[in-house]
């Protein structure tokens, strides 16, 4: 129980009139809330502790950490630290009427599906369930309707756990609409006190630099004093990180759990691993010996968040503490974590499975996934497609353009809309390559989509990383569904490099100039293959002058043979106009021939099931229109159901359904 701080706090109210309501207020608020807080055990069973115990924990750690410098506080400060430590988890409380209203809120929607696509999470096949059908089929995968009612607990549990930080600030400031918390307010307390606090318990599950930027260093207090949110703030967050002791989850709440969540077991173990534990305003120790991998991943990223929050702490700890009479930070002597028994670790780390990235792509050119250079150009002309329909959709969100009532991919109007938004191709001959036989191309790909942000370069880092981006899957998942992005079909942006593996080093490399849609900033991007020693490297320079508008163009460099002292005829139309009209042997351009053949594979495997405006640059357009007709889709006999995302066509007394994909293409067609 901590007595310092709450002791401090009274002296000085009794010292200075001006202060007294703080004691007052507390007093209250230390019952009412610490009452409202055993209420959490009851949606979080399967949680460690976050009742009155937890509150007081947490204010021990921050006296241990402060020692003698708490009678530096000011009493305006001092409250803040005791009423934060109580209210800062009160956003997990859970009434009735936000648990019932959850289940029709977009964002609780798209949580459940993230974890249907996830693998691993606990509750992944409930939630496939959910998805696939509604929530009494989800309950209804358990064996026992006791089993599928808690599952459907934890999940609401889970919504208000990742948003609990959030939700805080507002219920601070009035704790009775929605909890009941009969806290007073009066204006014997200013509102803004109350909005400080709400501050301050928000910046729990904020990260530092975000802390450092919106928390105030130094506010009015009470009387003549002043406060100092941040300060309390990081104390806050300090403490929160150290109630680590192995007492912290309750054997009487876990029976009430028949099902316990992986996650929560081995927060379990790593709290029962803790063997050494010293706190105090010099030294920070702790040693864990953990029973499994599992609960040591869980402990080394725990103590690795203590010691981030410490190094961060203590490079800004000027713009923190209120006083430099204040002492520094304890110094971090151990952290510490060992495995039970005979069981050996890797690098201090569990040994684990994964697939080299330059690997990766090999194994999925041997697959037959990428069994011609069409389908890997397939990719970048659907990422190029995805990112526009985007930017079609966020321009009418915005009021830019307005959709058509019932709008569908043929419709005209619709058409006519995304003739702005044209997606341009173009291969191109550079260079010959002299003493060669071989010529440079450039293939390169221009869009009017949304553009890349550094945010989302952090996704596409990984192969299949933008799956992630858990922003753009919100606006997705607003989209009309025939208009929705696939970007499902393999490797994306990273299966280019299978085309550049045959070249020098320095020549494996994709460029992308792109102007995003949210700052507008432009750069210049380098991304380096990962199958060579640059080891998928990517350089980013920003570019200052732009215009203005957001898109993409990417470009690849080819090295394409253009004579050779063997060739075979094949039936490309294409091929056949221009061997129509050249020798590729006098001329030596068995290069613009191998490109023709490119061009019709990628025109008829991939743009003709496009109902997205393309164009291709002057050389090969003429040839292509000579050789293409131009096509003609006629859905005069054909019914757009929006609820069904499809065509409905009436063709020689037999009814045909046509099923548009999410690029608005006709995929299929059943009888």
Known sequence: MSTRLIQHLKNK????????????????????????????????????????????????????????????????????????????????????????????????????????????????????????????SAIGTLDHPFDGVEKYRQLIAEWFRQGHDKRVGKLVED?????????????????????????????????????????????????????????IGCLLRLGDLFDLDDNRFCPVMAKHVSNMPSVSKHHHDKHLSLREFQLDTRTVKLVAECPDEMSYVETQNWFGWIREEFQNQMSQWNLIVPDLKFGSLPTIEQLDVRMQGNRVLLSNKPMKFSIDESNALEILEGSGLYKDDTNIYREL????????????????????????????????????????????????????????????????????????????????????????????????????????????????????????KELNEDDQKITIITTNSIDYKTYKIELNSPLNSKKGYCFIEEIKESNGDSGTTLKLKLKIKRRARSYSFNHSKLYKFLYSNHDPIREEMFDVFTIATQIENIKEKVLEKVCFPYEFNDFWKIKIDNVFPLREIDLKNCIWVEKYNLYFCINRSLAKVVIASSSGLPVQRLS
């Not at 409250?79 to 997990?92: K, P, R, S």
């Not at 952090?458 to 997705?476: C, D, H």
Request: glycine share 6%; aromatic share 10%.
């Open 13 to 136: 109210c009794e010292a200075d009139a001006n202060v007294a309501i703080l004691y007052a207020q507390w007093e209250f608020d230390q019952k009412l809330v610490g009452k409202a807080l055993e209420n959490i055990g009851g949606f979080y069973p399967h949680f460690s502790n976050h009742n009155a115990s937890h509150s007081q924990q947490i204010l021990v750690n921050i006296e241990r950490i402060l020692g003698d410098d708490v009678d530096l506080l000011s009493a305006t400060d001092t409250w803040l630290i005791l009423e934060a430590a109580y209210w800062h988890d009160v956003g997990m409380l859970v009434d009735a009427k936000n648990a019932k209203e959850v289940h029709t809120n977009p964002d609780f929607k798209f949580m459940i599906q993230t974890i249907a696509n996830g693998k691993g999470h606990d509750l992944q096949k409930f939630c496939q369930a959910y998805v696939e059908h509604n929530w009494l």
């Open 175 to 231: 704790p009775f609409k929605d909890l009941g918390i009969t806290s007073p307010r009066t204006e014997l307390l200013p509102n803004r006190i109350y909005r400080y606090l709400g501050q301050i318990c928000v910046s729990h599950g904020m990260n530092f630099s975000t802390l450092m930027e919106t928390i105030p260093y130094k506010q009015t207090g009470l009387g003549t004093e002043n406060c100092h949110p941040r300060f």
């Open 381 to 500: 002309i659907q990422n190029a497609i995805d990112a526009t329909l985007i930017r079609v959709w966020n321009d009418s969100e915005k009021g830019k353009i307005k959709f058509p009532k019932n709008a569908h991919p043929y419709d005209e109007n619709t058409q006519n809309i995304f003739k702005n938004y044209p997606i341009k191709l173009s291969f191109e001959r550079l260079e010959i390559i002299d003493d060669s036989d071989d010529a440079w191309w450039e293939f390169k790909i221009e869009d009017k989509g949304t553009g890349i942000s550094l945010q989302d370069l952090k996704y596409m880092q990984k192969v299949a990383g933008s799956s992630k981006n858990i922003e753009k899957q919100k606006i997705i998942n607003k989209m009309p569904k025939w208009m929705r992005p696939s970007g499902q079909f393999g490797i994306g942006l990273h299966s280019a490099f299978l085309l550049l």
